[in-house]
């Protein structure tokens, strides 16, 4: 949560205008960010003998000048702050004054009270019920006259269930302080009522104006550790210590005479209700401010809630329903309500089109063709998440039976034996690679190694445009290697916020940094077997599978030929060092290395190093999906990575492989593969592996534009491979190779990938996003279809050295 959040969250609401304003002072350091970056600040400074201006004296006085600003408003929000608990205090202090001379005058009043042989004047301190609950209700059994005002104080829904203000009736003062002769014992138990209702009221009066100034201080610290961050300052260690600290509010003479007093309320409520337990009175009056922080704080949340409520149906006002009327009554519906409705009968018609046809002569073959385009029309337009489609492929699979037996003879499976066999492909080693990549990925963020990696390098990129924009795009590919091109933009657009919040108005280079991000992500995708989904079904269809020294080889120098082109594209197209002059340098994280990274990096190499040799130890591992059980008993064992990491793992995209795989599957033992195959070989007669790679990866380029990359793999990767496999000069692996690659650098789209939705949800602090489809199109797809160029030539070359 952030601490504006928790300011809103935790004040007490009626003291709310005199807490420390966080919010707008973190908008005014930003602005003085952006000032001094841009040489707003610091004029006025004297030249050298030879006329020039020295620019660590041009810095020093602009830091100079920041801190004046933001010393004079914190000081006012100070002086407010003082001002409010300076009044607070002497108000609550003289009620507790009050209450103590209520209490004395009782006590006297009790003391001189008649005693006779059958009537006994109250003990004091006064003896509570003894089958007295904790509860607020039961502090007393009011009778009588008290009862009836208690239950009309009760009745107070409108107020807070704990804090009812209370005053010393007219009657009950004439009791503390009239004649002892007139004191009845059943006004006696009314004043104690109204005093331990006091009490609390105090208590938790007391303990709020506590949290004032605990919270005010903390406040402080944190706005000042934030402006020290941004500004580069040392701002934080004087203020507090020179300003703050000496303030009456924050004083220890201050803060000891506050607790003094709530001890004392303590102590009064413990006479007046616990029999004198000090424990016990302790307890109940935590249990009455627990009760109205919650009554607070329900409070807040209804105006947090209402706020939200706003927001949202603002966003949803352009999706009203429509009502439709029917023989069967008019029913409510929206346009994408409608959509996915029309949708949804569009891909069952299909299905069952296609199922009630004859398309291929083995039955088979035609059931596994209807669920093939059935599940693709699904995947295609999202009418359900990929992995509920996912799931939904076995299950087709089974029930239609499309699945042969492998001893030659061609016969149907039935359902029991088709699941066997289904399920023994679905987790496969390839899943097991996944699960020890989300491992990786997992303790990498968590630890803070990949951020203070790409800090360490970013923070050597300087301030020029151009190598600013270069540098976070390398970034974004190797942060892609390992924590997959899903979480890496996340990352990366964390880190170039303090660039965005300096540039100048209109500047060009705050999409150009963006885009080059997510085109950066996209294509650090190709990097490793574990970057992306179709990397994985790629190896599954790979047959023997690569080793990762062979995809390194491979795929690392077309990244980064990929990345410099992107890069020329972007200059070029936004021609960033024209409106902005010098960026807002990173700064490298200071935070000291732990043993526990040093133990996170040494696992994590170590994996690495058996996947790259991993047939050297076949016969010791047996498969790369055995290596990678390694860093899950590694991290999670000594319990650097927890139960509730290993829930958040993307279990939809392993969900999504495994019906990949068993999709996958079903296309090669119902025949469909093979028939597809011959048929499209038939066509490619007498080209090249070189002519059929660039085929299919046009093919592949263009798909993946339009639907997942994950998907488009999906479909595509299977045929490829037995295309490949049909081949007069058989290269299946190059091929499936290939085209996995290319399936990484489709970009065209704001939809071509996590990096490019992820990209174009980005917007300023006006609410204006960054990019628009347009940039996508203007630069995404010159860079997909130079990637394209790449992969099918230098690419083609590598993958031909290797051996596929």
Known sequence: MKFSHQIHFNAVPDWADYYLPYSNIKKLIYQLEKDKVSGKLGHGVQDDEEGHV???????????????KISNVLDKSLDKIVAFYTKKEAEIYSELDQLIEAVNGLQSSVDSLPQDDETHAPAWPPARPKAHSRRR???????????????????????????????IADEQVALLLGSPKDIEEEDVEVALVDLRKRSVDLFVLLSELKSFVALNLTAFGKILKKYDKITNSDLKRTYISNVVNRTYPFSNTTKSELNNRIQTVERIYAQLATDGSLDDAINELKSHLREHIVWERNTVWRDMVGQERKAVSLAVQSSTPTKISTPFGKFAITFAQLQKVLTAV??????????NVKTFEGVEESNCFAILIFASLLWATELMPLFVTALLVPLMVIMLQVMRSDDGNDSRLSAPDATKKVFSQMFSPVIMLLLGGFAIAGALSKYGIAKAMATFVLAK???????????????????????????????????????????????????????GIALASNIGGMASPISSPQNIIAIQNMNPPPTWGEWFFIAIPLCLIADVLTWLVLLWSYKPEQSTGQIHSIRQSSDPVTWTQVYVAGVTILTIVLWCLSHAYEQVFGDMGVIAILPLIAFFGPGLLTKDDFNNFLWNVIMLAMGGIAMGKAVESSGLLHTVATYIQANVQGMTAFEILFVFGCLVLVVATFISHTVAALIILPIVAQVGAELDDPRPRLLVMGSALLCSAAMGLPVSGFPNMNAISI??????????????????????????????????????????
């Not at 039961?138 to 009812?164: H, M």
Request: overall charge negative; some cysteine.
């Open 763 to 804: 917007v300023d602090e006006i609410g204006r996003p960054y990019l628009s489809t347009s940039d996508f199109l203007k630069n995404g797809v010159p860079s997909s279809l130079l990637a394209l160029l790449v992969i099918t030539t230098f690419g083609y070359l590598l993958m031909s050295i290797v051996g596929y």
């Open 346 to 355: 569009v891909c069952i018609s299909v299905f069952l089109v296609l199922y």
């Open 54 to 68: 020295d620019e660590n004296t041009s810095l020093m006085d602009a830091t100079q000048e920041c801190n004046i």
């Open 461 to 515: 990129a300087g301030t020029k445009p151009s190598r600013v924009l270069l540098m976070n795009m390398f970034v974004a590919t190797i942060a892609s290697m390992w924590i997959s091109n899903v979480a890496a933009p996340v990352l990366c657009f964390s880190l170039i916020q303090p660039i965005l919040r300096t540039l100048p108005v209109n500047s060009s280079f705050g999409p150009c940094l963006i885009l």
């Open 137 to 167: 209700s039961s502090i007393s059994q009011p009778s009588g006259r008290f009862a009836r005002r208690e239950s009309t104080l009760e009745g107070e829904s409108d107020l807070p269930p704990t804090i009812i203000t209370h005053n």
